[in-house]
Each structure stands twice: as C-alpha cells, then as structure tokens.
C-alpha cells in the first residue's frame, strides 16, 4: 500500500489545505473580536448570554441554506464554489473593518452571521473536495490533514487575535464602541486573509467527475420541499445517519463547553485574561492536531470507525472532571487530551460519511450533516442561554454534558461495538509492538477466505485481524471461548468454539460461514510454540467441505514476539527491553487451493519462514 506521504504529491493538495487554513483563519478572527469585546465589558450570566448569541449566529446559516448549499455543491464544480465564497469572504470583511473602525458593535455582529453564511455554502463543498482530489485510498488521511489544518488555523486564529486584542486593549476602554475601534486596524488583517484565500481558491483543479442534473427552485426551498427531500437522502442510509447524529451530540458537548469555560475561568477560578483563558481553550486544537496524526496512522489500513467510540469514553470523561479541578494548569492538560480524542471522534466518522456516500449525492449528505449538527448545536446553545439568565452556574452545564457524553457512547458502541473493540486493542499493542505486514493483497476483498498459518504468542489473533476491514471469524479452543472477561467479545466477534465433543458442529458453522463469503482463521498447529518450532499442521480444517468459492492464504508470523510476556518460547540470548517496542513481521502468502492439505501447508509456511527470515 502506498505510503501516506504520497498523498502530499497529488496535484492541488497543498494549495487546497492552505485554502482551508486561511478560511478558517479569517473566521475565527472576527469571532474572536466580538468574543473577547464580550468578555471584557459583561460578567456573569450576560457574558455567557452574549458568547451564546455569537455561536448562534455562526450555527444559524448552517441551517437556513442546508438545501441550496447541498444543492452548490452537488450541481457545480466544488473548487468554483470554494473560489467565489472567498470572494464573497473580501467584502464581509471589508464591512467588518468598516465596522470596527467607527465603532458599530451590532452591525459588527450581524456581520458574524453573513461571515458565518460563507462558510455554511463553502462547507459542503470543501468536504466534498476531499474525496474528489484524493481519492478514497486516502480518504482517512485527507481527513486527518484538513481538520488537523482547520485545527492548526483556529488554533493560530485563537492566539494571534487574542494576543493582538490584548496588545492594543488598555483598562481606559469601557465601552464596546471604544473597543472596537481601538483595535480596529485588525480588520485589514481579516481582509488580507480573505483576499489571499480567494487567489489561491482560484488555483484549484476542477476535479468533478459527475454532476447533478437537478433544479434547484425557490417556491420548493420556501415551502421546505428540499428540506424533507434532502433528509430522507440522509436517512436512507442508516450508518450515515447515526455517523451525523454522534457528531453532532459531540458538537454539542463541544460548543457548550467553550461557551461556559469563560465564565467558569472567571467565577471559579478567578482568571480574567483573555490569553490564559482563550489559550487553555486553544489547547484543545493543538490536541487535535496530534489526535489527527494518530487517526491517520491508525487509520493506514481503512477507516477505523472504532476510534470514535474511545474517543467519546475519554471525553465524557474530562468533561465530568472539569468541575472539580481549580488548577489551570490541570485544566490545560484535559482540554489537550480533549482535543486528542476529539479526532478521534472527528477524523473517522466523517471519513467513513464520505466513504458511504454516492458521488452524485455527496454535496447534499455533507450539507445535512453540517444542518443536523447545527441544528444539535442551536439547541444546545438555547439551553446554555436559558440556564444562564436563570443563574445556573457553569458546574451544572459540565454536568449536563456528562450525560449527553453517556448517551453518545451508547449511540456510538450500538453500531461500532466490536470495531471499538480493535481498535482498543490496536492502540494497546502499538505501545509495546510496532507491526508490519507483507503481502495483504492477497488477501481477496471479498470471497471467502481460510488463513491458517503458525501459532506464536497469545497475540496472534490480535496482530492478524488489525490490518483487515473485514473481520475474522476465529476458530478457538472452548475453554479459551468460555473464559469469563473475554467470552462477551469472543461471542460479538462470532468466534467459532471447538472442543473434542462439538467438533462436527464447530465445522458445520466454519462451512456455513464459509459459504457465506466471511474469513475463518485458525491455527493448525493446536497450540503456541514452546521451542520457536513449526510443529505439524492438524488436519481439521481439511474436513470442511469444499463447496465455496475461496480459496486459503496462508500466513507466517515471524520470531520478533519471543521473548515477551506473550509468547511461550523465551530464548535466553534476546533480553527485554521495556523501553524498546518489538518489531513483528506477518507475512501473508499467495492464495492457495481450498483442497490444499496439512503438509502441503506445513511445508509453504516453513518455505516462507525461509525466504523472509533469511532477509
């Protein structure tokens, strides 16, 4: 498989990632503005009122032209959509910068709303374009490299505004009025980021292969004919569906969070600088910046959707924490761990969204995803602002989201349950092991498969699976199945139980399945290597019955795992090292015949031992 790094060679890659960065540069600079101008004149529950209005006015066009900006998307060339929303970018900020200056805070707010319009018809197309420029080999990585970029740009945005706000702020400015035009010369720095945004937009392949033929008509938009229309494309695909549901409770959790961590710093913790505050919440992005990186590589083999579900544990985690820690230094470490596992919500789940949507209709899904996450997010911000004006202090709002962070686990483990599982497991065993595979495309993408190979270590059936989308079916001695903490997991995954007394049945199910086209494994050799040896192949497997299309690939796991505490051979020469992580190599062979016997198999498996150990 090509390495990641070549993702970066695709023609308009890096000038499509500057586009994204300056974008959401150039926003989340004027959002910054207004927040901070907030902060500084009101206390209390007006601070969190106030802050929760700004968000609502970057949410709401989010929701009003889901219909056209699905519509833009799936009808004109995605680059073109990016290119002239840059443009439209220039003149808002132009008013803006025309607001600061004579010091118009409402006109300077509404212009919040016309930004965030922007960006609500750019949305759809910048997702979209992901897919389009790399393709779905890299989608997981296309990913990771735009939020990690997003995250890079709000990150920046967050420190380079606040710092510049604080900068040309003084203790004499009172008013919002007197603010704003105190530092008012932002606002050409808002312009230059729109217009350079816009030139390199401009230089954008067109990548559009398929376009829609639809019309697009205002009666039918007003009449909410679109909008009932375009969420049935949604939710005619159940995973993509329950994929937008969980981002959008993250989303949820998110916004409230950062609504009421202001105030929280300033009520209970007593820290009323814009830096500090706007800095710790910054954390968060440098978090998803390494979380994004760490889904990427995760992520190499297909998309990884089981992460999301770790990441959610974790979050909902922090977020109960949050209230009883009083150091901002503690909080800085949770609010980056926040952000590391919130890629892991992020990075997946919107891959796996455009891996699941049809071309033709992929403009119109990622609109609703961006509406329905909205939608969350308004509503959420509605119920900050009432327990706001009715004095709840900020403690309750964490608590709040502790429990919508329960719910988003359960949404998430119902569908993902046993990818979380590997993914666990994936994540534990890259701490101590770095794996590397050979020969995966052998592996057929959909037939049935048989992969028998050698047996070394308690891991085997871990470090196999790890590579593989499709999930195998293990054949395992029954004690080992019944075994107490793992029996739940054995069964979820399918596992098949074999003992002396239900062989037959054991077979009858591996036949069953086979036929079905899924991938049983087993080891032939019974048991785990006490000598480093290949022992003789059992011929079990040679009594399934041949009639199903597959074929066997056999395996070789090689010698980097003796000596740990997971194998049973222990050469005296090989000393631990628990600071060193274990090279493993798994070899997968050419396809075999299914009437291929023990022996035959025993000697391909030892030849591979030969050919690859003597490298």
């Not at 009449?223 to 937008?244: H, P, S």
């Not at 190979?453 to 004690?479: A, E, T």
């Not at 080891?523 to 785990?528: A, L, N, S």
């Not at 628990?578 to 050419?590: A, E, L, N, S």
């Amino acid at each position: 498989m090509p390495k990641q790094e070549k993702m970066f060679a695709i023609a308009g890659v890096v000038n499509y990632l500057v586009v994204v960065f300056m974008n959401a540069f150039t926003d989340l600079g004027h959002k910054i503005i207004i927040q901070n101008t907030i902060f500084k004149v009101y206390d209390g529950s007006t601070q969190i009122v106030l802050t929760a209005i700004v968000n609502a006015l970057v949410l709401l066009p989010f929701i009003l032209v889901f219909s056209p900006a699905g519509f833009l998307a799936d009808r004109f060339a995605k680059n073109k959509i990016m290119q002239y929303s840059a443009l439209f970018a220039v003149v808002i900020t132009l008013g803006i910068t025309y607001a600061y200056y004579h010091g118009y805070f409402i006109f300077a707010f509404i212009l919040t709303f016309l930004l965030a319009m922007q960006s609500a018809i750019y949305g759809p197309a910048k997702y979209g374009y992901i897919k389009e420029l790399v393709g779905v080999k890299f989608l997981s990585g296309g990913n990771s490299a735009v939020q990690a970029t997003t995250t890079v740009a709000i990150l920046g945005g967050i420190i380079f505004y606040t710092v510049l706000f604080e900068g040309m702020y003084n203790d004499t400015l009172v008013t919002e009025s007197q603010i704003l035009q105190a530092i008012a010369p932002l606002g050409w720095l808002l312009v230059i980021g729109s217009v350079m945004e816009w030139f390199l937009a401009s230089r954008l392949p067109n990548k559009m292969i398929e376009a829609s033929k639809r019309n697009f008509k205002l009666k039918r938009y007003l009449r909410g004919a679109y909008l009932f229309k375009n969420l049935k494309t949604v939710t005619r695909n159940r995973e993509i569906f329950d994929a937008i549901i969980s981002l959008s409770l993250f989303w949820s959790i998110s916004q409230v969070v950062l609504a009421v961590f202001g105030e929280y710093a300033k009520d209970a913790l007593h820290v009323s600088n814009t830096i500090i505050v706007q800095g710790v919440m910054a954390l968060a992005g440098i978090g998803i910046v390494i979380g994004s990186i760490m889904v990427a590589k995760l992520s190499r083999f297909y998309i990884n959707v089981g992460l999301a579900g770790i990441g959610a544990i974790i979050i909902t985690i922090i977020v109960f924490l949050v209230p009883f820690i009083h150091s901002m230094t503690l909080i800085a470490i949770l609010f980056t761990l926040f952000g590391i596992f919130a890629a892991f919500i992020l990075v997946p789940l919107n891959a796996r969204i455009q891996y699941l949507a049809a071309r033709v209709h992929l403009g119109t899904i990622l609109a609703a995803n961006n509406f329905i996450q909205n939608i969350f997010m308004f509503s959420f911000l509605c119920i900050t602002t009432l327990f706001a004006y009715f004095g709840m202090n900020a403690q309750v709002l964490f608590y709040l989201m502790t429990f919508v962070g329960m719910y988003l686990i359960y949404n998430l483990y119902k569908r993902y349950a046993v990818d979380m599982f590997w993914s666990l497991m994936g994540l534990l065993a890259a701490l101590r092991h770095k794996y590397i595979y050979v020969g995966l495309e052998n592996i057929p993408k959909k037939k049935a498969v048989l992969l028998l190979g050698n047996h070394v270590s308690w891991l085997d059936w871990i470090l196999l699976q790890l590579p593989l989308q499709r999930r195998i079916n293990y054949m395992m001695d029954k004690d080992i199945y019944n075994w107490k903490f793992f029996h739940p997991i054995f069964k979820k995954g399918e596992a098949i139980p074999l003992s002396p007394k239900a062989f037959k049945d054991a077979i009858k199910e591996a036949h069953k399945r086979l036929q079905k086209g899924s991938v049983i494994a087993l080891f032939p050799e019974g048991e785990i290597t006490q000598d480093g040896e290949i022992h003789q192949f059992h011929r079990g497997y040679e009594l399934i019955p041949k009639d199903y299309e597959g074929v066997i690939v056999p395996f070789y796991i090689d010698k980097g795992i003796f000596g740990s505490s997971f194998a049973k051979y222990k050469p005296q020469e090989r000393q631990r090292n628990i600071f060193k992580r274990r090279v493993v190599k798994i070899y997968f062979g050419k396809p075999l015949p299914i009437e291929t016997n023990a022996q035959q198999l025993h000697d391909i498996i030892l030849k591979m031992r030969e050919k690859y150990e003597t490298k």
